[in-house]
Nanobody
Framework: QVQLVESGGGLVPAGGSLRLSCAAS????????MGWFRQAPGKEREFVAAISWRGGTTYYADSVKGRFTISRDNAKNTVYLQMNSLKPEDTAVYYC?????????????????WGQGTQVTVSS
C-alpha cells in the first residue's frame, strides 16, 4: 500500500515556474513507476509525465515536453514535477500516482494509488 500527498501548487503568472512534490508513505516507492496527471475544469484527466523505478526513463505528454521535468528521490520517497514556462492551459488539478511497473506509461488504469491533487492556476 502506498499513500501519496501532493504539494506545491498555487497561482503563478504565465511564463512562471512551479515545482510540485509528491510525498509517499507506507511502503517505499522504489519498486513503483510514478506518474503525474492533471484535470482541468470541464475536461477529462490527462497524462502529464511518468518516471521509471530507478528514474532512468521518463515519458512526457507532447503538450508539456521541453517545459516540464519529472524526477524522483527514492531515499526521500518523493517525486517531483518541475514546471517551467507555464501557460494558462496548464491550469488544472495535478495528481500524483504510483504503478507497480518498471517502465512508465500513460495509461491511467495502470496506476493503482493516487493522491488527492494540488491546484495549479496560471494567470495572464
Amino acid at each position: 500500500q502506498v499513500q501519496l500527498v501532493e504539494s506545491g501548487g498555487g497561482l503563478v503568472p504565465a511564463g512562471g515556474s512551479l515545482r510540485l512534490s509528491c510525498a509517499a508513505s507506507g511502503r517505499t516507492i522504489i519498486t513503483y513507476a510514478m506518474g503525474w496527471f492533471r484535470q482541468a475544469p470541464g475536461k477529462e484527466r490527462e497524462f502529464v509525465a511518468a518516471i521509471s523505478w530507478r528514474g532512468g526513463t521518463t515519458y512526457y505528454a507532447d503538450s508539456v515536453k521541453g517545459r516540464f521535468t519529472i524526477s524522483r528521490d527514492n531515499a526521500k520517497n518523493t517525486v517531483y514535477l518541475q514546471m517551467n514556462s507555464l501557460k494558462p492551459e496548464d491550469t488544472a488539478v495535478y495528481y500524483c500516482a504510483a504503478a507497480p511497473l518498471r517502465e512508465p506509461g500513460p495509461a491511467q488504469n495502470e496506476y493503482g494509488y493516487w493522491g488527492q491533487g494540488t491546484q495549479v492556476t496560471v494567470s495572464s
